[in-house]
């Protein structure tokens, strides 16, 4: 069998490294089940937004914690912890 050339390993290896990283940056649903589990639960159920958009709940999570939209509870997350609650939200049924 021919070798790979030192060029395909190399691009392969690359490409491994990304791989690696976009799922690194990417959110993480079970870390977004705790939060919500711990945080939110009390007030909501699942079901009330179970399956929407991540983009729309990122957006209104980011307002609750910048404070411009109202919300019973003042949220503090970060970024991070946003997007995995709305990663964890818009995969769930
Ligand atoms: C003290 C009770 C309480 C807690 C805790 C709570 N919420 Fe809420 N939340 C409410 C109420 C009440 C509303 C407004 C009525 C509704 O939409 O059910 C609301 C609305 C929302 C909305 C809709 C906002 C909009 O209009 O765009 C989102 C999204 C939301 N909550 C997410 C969360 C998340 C995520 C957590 C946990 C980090 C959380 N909530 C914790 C009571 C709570």
């Known amino acids: 069998m021919k070798m790979k050339s030192p060029a395909t390993a190399l691009a392969s ?3 491994l ?3 690696i990283s976009a ?3 990417a959110a993480d649903a079970v870390a977004g089940k705790k939060i919500y589990d711990s945080s939110c639960a009390d007030c909501h159920e699942l ?3 179970a399956g ?3 983009a729309e709940l990122t957006k209104s999570l980011k307002s609750i ?4 939209k109202k919300h019973k509870k ?3 997350l970060d970024d991070e912890q946003i997007a995995n609650v709305a ?3 818009a995969t769930a049924k």
């Open 13 to 15: 290896g690359i490409a």
């Open 17 to 19: 490294g990304m791989l």
């Open 23 to 25: 799922t690194a940056l």
């Open 47 to 49: 079901k009330d937004h």
């Open 52 to 54: 929407k958009p991540a």
């Open 65 to 68: 914690v910048a404070r411009q």
């Open 74 to 76: 003042q949220l503090r």
């Open 87 to 89: 990663e964890y939200l």
